[in-house]
């Protein structure tokens, strides 16, 4: 995948959207036990933020790192 130039020197780094990973995986979970393992770990961080929703960013920022950092890190080794 080429990046786009903006993101070359680091100082701007892209967001990507689970919404739009989630859509793709919802399309195909009634057939595949693995897409519906991966929509169940993307609410998971939906839940995170849905609790968190209101907080100040530095709350945020630090529950993030506490509760949405090791689902991301668990959904890397998987």
């Not at 967001?15 to 793709?24: D, E, Q, S």
């Not at 993307?42 to 506490?66: F, K, Q």
């Amino acid at each position: 995948m080429s990046r786009e130039p903006i993101y070359e020197t680091g100082r701007v780094q892209e967001a990507a959207c689970w919404a739009h990973v989630r859509r793709k995986f919802s399309e195909v979970a009634r057939k595949s036990l693995v897409a519906a393992e991966a929509l169940e770990r993307i609410e998971a961080l939906y839940a995170v933020e849905s609790d968190i929703n209101g907080r100040s960013p530095e709350e945020r920022r630090e529950i993030r790192n506490a509760r949405s950092r090791p689902l991301l890190e668990s959904q890397k080794q998987w």
